[in-house]
């Protein structure tokens, strides 16, 4: 049973950066789908960043961003601690949510539909102020 744990939100200023990790644990598949979403207050889940994880290789597949973040928004893992991240440069008020991690065992096409993803982390909160 794959256990999720995020940490790095905060609060910051329009225009400073923030880096989320996701810390895996418990899994016994290589190969996952691996996502960050987020959800701001009245507001449906929306997925923001899904990546092709290996857990075995430092190889990354295939990522897939949302318009709003595409440009400003980088997601990757690193396979030595099995550790999620998602570097957030330029942000903007209408980043702020509450951000999750979220995986499935998958090998392919990674979605940013939060139904599609089966264990998810707690969430951290970040919080961007103009």
């Known amino acids: 049973q794959v256990h999720l744990v995020e940490s790095g939100g905060g609060s910051v200023q329009t225009g400073g950066s923030l880096r989320l990790s996701c810390a895996a644990s418990?899994?016994?598949?290589?190969?996952?789908?691996m996502g960050w979403f987020r959800q701001a207050p009245e507001k449906e889940r929306e997925g923001v960043a899904s990546?092709?994880?290996?857990?075995?290789?430092?190889?990354?597949?295939?990522?897939d961003y949302a318009a709003s973040v595409k440009g400003r928004f980088t997601i990757s893992q690193d396979s030595a601690t099995k550790t999620l991240y998602l570097q957030m440069n330029d942000l903007q008020p209408e980043d702020t949510a509450m951000y999750y991690c979220a995986a499935v065992a998958r090998y392919g096409t990674c979605a940013r539909s939060p139904g599609e993803y089966h264990v998810w982390g707690q969430g951290t909160q970040v919080t961007v102020s103009s």
């Open positions: 990546m092709q994880a290996d857990f075995i290789l430092a190889d990354s597949g295939r990522s």
């Open positions: 418990g899994y016994s598949v290589r190969y996952w789908c």
